[in-house]
């Protein structure tokens, strides 16, 4: 018998269904994120991340009307942030 939760999961890129994001672990082994998940794994809010999507700050793409994010480019954006906001060739 299928359990109706279970079918409510969101699907990974591989065809594996994952549980609902909840910090470490299942939503670090995602290869791209939605805004919410995106804003979970920072621990930020969901504006800030659309804010940063909108000027430039965090690298997105658009699937759609969706836009997605990889979890490299949300660390990239928040080491960037952790330092001022500067990269290191504006430092020099």
């Keep these: 018998m ?3 939760k279970d079918s409510q ?3 990974t ?3 594996e269904q994952s549980s609902e994001p909840s910090g470490g672990g299942a939503i ?3 290869s791209w994120f939605n805004v919410k998940w995106a804003s979970q ?3 930020v809010s969901i504006d800030t991340i659309y804010t940063a999507c909108e000027n430039g700050t965090l690298r997105s793409t658009k699937v759609g009307r969706v836009l997605r994010l ?3 480019w949300i660390d990239s ?3 960037r942030q952790a330092r001022g906001g500067a990269d ?3 430092r020099r």
């Design 77 to 79: 954006f928040l080491e």
């Design 2 to 4: 299928i359990d109706s």
């Design 88 to 90: 290191e060739k504006d």
């Design 13 to 15: 890129s591989e065809g």
């Design 28 to 30: 670090a082994q995602q």
């Design 70 to 72: 990889r979890p490299e």
């Design 9 to 11: 999961k969101p699907q």
């Design 41 to 43: 794994y920072a621990n």
